[in-house]
């Protein structure tokens, strides 16, 4: 057997001092140190072997934090873990305490497409960091060789020359980052995505400063919902894309780990495109697609024959798994205007799921470090901008 942890972490804008990565927004060396030692400390708490990181600025900022956790690695270890002379050195609670530096671990960086490095206008990419190492060469997923054109048929009723439109998708708003990991005898595909936010788009005309819904002080609630509806459409197509590139790994046999932060809770539509359909229990009373009469339903061998077709491409939420073996009722990784959920998400394919007689392994827990959130709408509550704003996600998995 072969234990290892699967994470996903959102740092909150990492870069280094003195870069103004949104407008007005940089950290001083003071707050950029304060942030280092938050995240290279929750690096330390995490000792996960494979995590996947959003919102990167820069590779260079990302490297130093991961030299600061090994750095405090080795002084836990060396305080903590007794050296071959102690005859007690073998109790199980050393391993327990030991914290594995990531010294030999390979880190992918995938910066985004869209960051030229003009101050005030950077855009954030995303990173993987493994202790064992990658197979193969990193890919990254943002611009589309093809634009992805998404047409809208007409309604009943106005079908022939009516024009219904479509959705055209050139650049995901943020790279999506695949790697293939070697464990044990096994190798897994990751994934590592960050989708587009909630926050919406408002179209800027030609030559202006600002989009007239940016103007909050001539509010516009029709106009900033449109925006709502560009988000949510960008996003669930970005989505699409990312469930295209898991059934391809999926219909090669590979095992598959989607992780990153998806904007969107379990039950959104987004992530349910990503994480496929869930089968009907019986697919026998439902009328065929091509009925002629009103009993022409689904045969029992075509109804089990499109459950497993189903399965076979389906994820499964390792947040939810967990719920489902511990009786724990609530997960968060998010709290924003009195609103507590799972945006980050990590997925696993059917290969470690518990009722699967062929799985590969599977989850033995799952951890959320979530005690630093804090909902800043709330008029009490303390809000720590350096922090990041996602509860960072943990994954305990065991290869059979």
Known sequence: MTDFTIASFNVKNLIGPDKEYYEFQKYTPEEYAWKQDWMANQLLTMNADIIGFQEIFEEEALRSVIDETDARADALNAATVPDRSKSYRRKVIFRKLEVDPYTDAALAFAPNVADQGIAGQRRPGVAVLSRFGFKGAPEIIQDLPEPLEIPFQPLRGLEGPQEAGFYRLRRLSRPILKVRIPIGEEVITIFN?????????????????????????????????????????????EAWVLRGEIVKELKAGNAVAVMGDFNDGEHAVSSEIISGEVPFKNYAWMLRHDAKAANDRYSSEQSQQITADIEQVRLHSAEKLFVRKSLRDMVYTSAF?????????????????????????????????????TDGSHPEAPYNKLASDHGQIVAHMRLR
């Open 337 to 373: 205007g009195g609103a507590f959920e799972s945006i980050d998400q990590i997925f696993l394919s059917r290969h470690f799921h518990p009722d699967n007689e062929a799985r590969i392994g599977e989850m033995t827990y799952f951890s959320a470090l979530n005690d630093h959130l």
């Open 193 to 237: 995505c960050h989708l587009k936010s909630k926050l919406g788009e408002h179209f800027k005309s030609e030559g202006a400063d600002y989009a007239p819904e940016e103007d909050l002080t001539k509010y516009d609630p029709v106009g900033r919902a449109l925006g709502s509806l560009r988000s949510a459409i960008r996003r669930m197509a």
